[in-house]
């Protein structure tokens, strides 16, 4: 597989075509909230403040702009299946999202 991350800009573009806040793209993308989205938007290059856009996210992000909703539902049933626990309603900074403790 080849996959080239879209420029900062490119993501901007993105975000302003589709009319959404930054909290709104990052719960669309499944990050934390609007500051961890920033970073797909600095154009900073410090290593801190800048991050690439995968290729899973980003696929994530399209899925669920484009999939019909019984879709998305019958991917996290297999996800489910598969062990995974999901819920897209929840909050994207909870800690279950990562399986991480938090501080």
Known sequence: MHYKAPLPEDI?????????TGAQMAELFGVAGDRAFRRYTSKS??????????AHMLFFGMARLVLKPRDIEA????M???GAEIDLTAPSGSPEQDGEQQP
């Open 80 to 82: 489910r299946e598969a």
């Open 45 to 54: 290059e410090s290593i801190k403040n800048k991050r690439e856009l995968g």
């Open 75 to 78: 991917v996290l049933a297999r």
């Open 12 to 20: 901007e573009r993105l975000k302003t075509q589709l009319g959404l």
